[in-house]
């Protein structure tokens, strides 16, 4: 299992959980990383993981996810082409029935960072743990005021 760059808060630090078995049958080097296991990362890392144990920080992560997905619901009923908004935690997707790429350029034309996913029909949010409420709700503000994006690109 790949934590990379969760571990330290999207930040490369490249760290893979493996079995006894893949353990015994791989060598110093076969691993490699950008950044590995240098001083910056590192202490990145362990503010994150400090973070993270914090009581209530996961919590309100989760309740920040369900907030989203429920803001981005409110805001992108209706339109013809979202299919789906869904999600665990602060990673969203928003499944389209359309190519998401005309979207994907508007929102960052109005300053938000939409990638797709390899299928190239859904949109993927994951913003940093730490985002505002307020942040969240620009952002789907640009999301939805880009939506016509769609429209043009079907026309």
Do not use: W
């Amino acid at each position: 299992m790949s934590l990379a760059k969760p571990l330290a808060n999207g930040l490369l630090i490249g760290v893979a959980l493996v079995t006894e078995k893949v353990a015994a049958a791989i060598n110093y080097g076969d691993h490699g990383t950008a950044f590995g296991g240098g001083p910056f990362v590192c202490h990145a890392t362990l503010a994150t993981l400090d973070k993270i144990q914090k009581p209530g920080y996961l919590a309100e992560v989760t309740r920040k996810g369900e907030y989203f997905k429920q803001l981005l619901k409110t805001k992108l009923s209706g339109h013809p082409h979202v299919r789906e908004i869904r999600g665990a935690g602060l990673i969203v997707g928003i499944e389209l029935d359309v190519p998401a790429a005309p979207l994907v350029d508007a929102c960052l034309d109005g300053g938000v960072f939409v990638p797709t996913t390899r299928k190239g029909n859904v949109v993927r949010l994951v913003p940093t743990l730490i985002v505002s409420e307020k942040e969240l709700e620009q952002a789907a503000e640009v999301i939805r005021e880009c939506l016509p994006a769609l429209e043009a690109s079907t026309s």
